[in-house]
């Protein structure tokens, strides 16, 4: 993939991120940001981070507004543009699931079970269909599978068209917990969890889309999503 060339200003808010999670355990606001690199708006960050994600040196966590992980830094180990984190100096990104190892390892396949969408029925998510590396601290603990998002009911969650999620198997999930639900035993869907009294809420990430309010006994947790992997 050849080396992967930061602008400076992508540099700069790319150590700064780091420094914050290190000193805070907390990103910094885009309000921080836009003033620790003196840009007028905050959409130069929004395209900075962006820029970032897509180059594999920083991830948006989905659970949380402005959660940020950093997976590696920019040095010169890095030749091919893979997920390793950066080792030197003894940095850690700060993750919430299960944890990066900064160390370069051995990667872990997951298999990766098929498509998911909404009105897509269980069976087509039950064929092992190909696998899929990633780093052995992203699945830290239980069993876990992989899908390929199809459709966008929740980009606003940094979810696209086309990425792959890793999920753990569980069959129960906290409130706002993004997770694989099965409804009405046949149709399985990608949504972000909410209880209210006796209803169970599937949101989607999008405002094109409806909430769905269904029964607690219409919705079966089939696991929830502990990361993403864009493939480009």
Do not use: W
């Not at 919430?96 to 009105?119: F, H, Q």
């Not at 409804?183 to 409806?210: Q, S």
């Amino acid at each position: 993939a050849g080396v992967l060339m930061l602008t400076q200003k992508q540099k700069n808010l790319l150590l700064f991120i780091n420094e914050r999670l290190k000193s805070e355990g907390v990103p910094p606001s885009f309000d921080e940001m836009k003033d620790a690199l003196d840009l007028k708006s905050k959409s130069g960050i929004h395209r900075l981070i962006t820029a970032l994600e897509e180059r594999g040196f920083i991830r948006r966590l989905p659970h949380r507004a402005r959660a940020l992980e950093v997976l590696k830094l920019p040095e010169s180990e890095i030749e091919d543009g893979g997920t390793q984190a950066a080792s030197k100096g003894g940095f850690q990104p700060n993750v919430i699931e299960g944890g990066l190892s900064a160390a370069p390892t051995a990667m872990v396949s997951v298999p990766v079970m098929g498509r998911i969408a909404a009105g897509v029925p269980i069976e087509a998510i039950q064929q092992h269909q190909s696998d899929v590396e990633v780093p052995p601290g992203m699945i830290a603990g239980g069993e876990h599978f992989a899908l390929e998002v199809q459709g966008d009911s929740m980009v606003d969650a940094g979810i696209m068209d086309g990425d792959v999620v890793l999920i753990r198997r569980c069959d129960t999930a906290e409130d706002g917990d993004i997770v694989v639900a099965l409804v009405d035993r046949e149709e399985a869907t990608l949504k972000r969890l909410k209880r209210k009294g006796n209803t169970v809420e599937l949101e989607a990430a999008n405002e094109a889309y409806e909430t769905r309010v269904l029964g607690p006994d219409q919705v079966d947790i089939q696991g929830k999503l502990v990361s993403l992997v864009r493939k480009y």
